[in-house]
């Protein structure tokens, strides 16, 4: 799946494992990831921590944990393909938004979310 080719980029979706979670807010991470790789013909490689897509230079990445405790699994891959904090791309729910509203940010707080936290506190940024 994942060849010795170096993804430039990894786009993290973060949810929560489980039925129960499935079509909820707190999901959408999961969904927009689900979407890309359907959009892009792609299939999700199961592995221990994660699954995982590939399309060209960019690794789509769904931690298989919940997604307070993801930061270890997105820190390890961005270790294994040297992928830097500007080239990752974190995709969650944000309460303080509407619903089906977007906002990008290239750094800040994690608002609260716990998820972000505990990315933010792995790699030691805020980036």
């Known amino acids: 799946m994942l060849s010795d080719k170096k993804p430039a980029y990894l786009i993290a979706g973060l949810g929560n494992p489980g039925s ?6 707190h999901n959408i991470g999961y969904l927009a990831l689900q979407f890309l790789a359907k959009k892009w013909a792609l299939s999700f490689t199961k592995k221990r921590t994660a699954q995982v ?3 060209e230079e960019t690794l789509l990445l769904k931690p298989a944990k919940y997604m307070n ?3 270890n699994v997105i820190a390890d891959y961005m270790r294994r393909y040297q992928i830097l904090p500007e080239q990752l ?4 729910d944000d309460v303080y938004l509407p619903f089906g509203a977007l906002r990008l940010r290239s750094k800040g707080s994690s608002g609260g979310h716990n998820g972000l936290k505990n990315i933010q506190e792995r790699l030691e940024t805020n980036h």
């Open 20 to 25: 129960s979670y499935t079509y909820t807010r």
């Open 53 to 55: 897509a590939l399309k």
């Open 69 to 71: 405790l993801s930061g």
């Open 89 to 92: 791309l974190v995709v969650v």
